[in-house]
């Protein structure tokens, strides 16, 4: 096999190295599920409201239920009508009608008056505030109407949308089905954490991986750590998923023995990525499953679960895109690299000064503003405030 120099591509860029993944998944699997069991998922087909909501006018504040034109007359009570209890009487000329709120607007009323606006006497009900037609009612479809799209395919269903579809009768939705996704990790050095012996480390790339395939759709599925055994790993490797995960032993060290296993017998899909951190990525299909050995380097495996293990997840479900677009942004302060041949892919923070996006030192631990800045290939060194494409993910 061929060496490659330091600084030296391998492999296509990420962006067609996504492609060629991408077109070895199978095609997508849908399910049903209740719509609640649905938040967070990608859906199958547009969300398309079938009927109106609310259903039919109903009663917006409790009160008296009248003619809005006649809201100078006094009126007489003609009954009550409660939530899922309507008014079953004939509104004549001068009544009006007792409602409580989510009651179904009576035949014949217009408007709804508060009890604190009205008074009382002789039997009669006077309003002491003028009346539009519409006041205190929420009219039929004024929340959604029949026939809005509601969602569109392979978008991801947010939670407060469950309670929606169940009032308007999706009570179940269709969902691209999720990939059971194997997580092994190798390496005789690796110990359990919290406890480490004499030249071990603990193993926090399972836990890394685990957290960000549930973030993508997936269901992870321990296969445990097995030592620096051939055996061992070919036995872990058989374990039934769709996807696995493979970390640590993918570089071309004299130890590193993970990519002879893999490719044993396999379809090689890629053999390293022009990026940085992560390039040594190996990408194998085999018996329909595809294998991916991540380097064993915590940064590396957070920067290619983000770069390419979520957004294959997110398009095995039914995503439309791999990655987002780019943001630009400016540098908040200057960085250096040593030149390489490859994309590097940075840390940042995104954040927004002055109306502009910036992207700044990275924090400690990931956050939900935490991307990575694209620097090209090449680059030795940014200047504050020099643009930078940035990437979400």
């Not at 607007?105 to 008074?119: H, I, K, M, Q």
């Not at 005789?188 to 926090?204: D, K, M, V």
């Not at 490797?237 to 590193?256: F, H, K, N, Q, Y």
């Not at 002055?354 to 990575?372: F, H, I, K, N, Q």
């Amino acid at each position: 096999m061929r060496k490659w120099e330091v600084g030296e591509a391998k492999g296509p860029r990420l962006d067609e190295a996504l492609a060629i993944l991408a077109g070895a998944l199978p095609p997508v699997r849908f399910e049903t599920v209740p719509a609640v069991r649905a938040v967070g998922r990608r859906l199958a087909r547009d969300l398309v409201a079938q009927e109106d909501l609310p259903p039919f006018d109903t009663v917006a504040r409790d009160g008296y239920a009248l003619r809005a034109a006649q809201a100078s007359c006094k009126l007489e009570v003609a009954g009550w009508a409660l939530a899922g209890v309507p008014f079953r009487g004939t509104l004549r000329s001068g009544e009006a009608v007792a409602v409580a709120t989510g009651a179904p607007l009576p035949a014949g009323c217009d408007a709804v008056v508060p009890y604190e606006a009205t008074a009382c006497g002789e039997g009669r009900l006077r309003c002491r505030v003028a009346l539009a037609p519409g006041d205190g009612v929420h009219r039929r479809g004024e929340e959604v109407a029949a026939g809005v799209l509601l969602a569109e395919e392979g978008e991801i269903l947010a939670a407060g949308a469950a309670g929606t579809l169940v009032s308007l009768g999706l009570d179940r939705v269709a969902v691209g089905r999720r990939p059971r996704v194997g997580i092994l990790a190798t390496g005789s050095e690796l110990a359990a954490a919290p406890r480490a012996g004499e030249g071990q480390i603990r193993s926090s790339n399972p836990q890394l991986l685990e957290a960000l395939v549930r973030r993508s759709g997936g269901v992870p599925v321990d296969l445990g750590t097995v030592p620096d055994d051939p055996a061992a790993l070919g036995a872990a490797l058989e374990r039934p998923v769709d996807v696995c995960l493979i970390t640590g032993g993918s570089s071309r060290g004299a130890a590193d023995f993970t990519r002879g296993v893999l490719r044993a017998g396999a379809e090689v899909l890629l053999d390293g990525v022009a990026m940085r951190p992560g390039g040594t990525l190996l990408a194998v299909r085999r018996g329909g499953r595809l294998l991916l050995g991540l380097p064993g380097t915590p940064g590396a495996v957070r920067a290619l679960g983000l770069l390419v293990v979520g957004p294959l997840l997110h398009r095995w479900q039914g995503a439309p895109s791999l990655l987002p677009p780019e943001v630009p942004a400016a540098l908040q302060a200057a960085m250096t690299f040593r030149p390489a041949g490859v994309e590097r892919f940075v840390e940042v923070r995104l954040s927004v000064v002055g109306g502009c996006w910036t992207a700044g030192p990275p924090a400690a631990l990931w956050r939900e503003d935490s991307a990575y800045a694209r620097i090209p290939p090449g680059t030795a060194a940014l200047a504050a405030g020099d643009a930078v494409g940035v990437l979400q993910v």
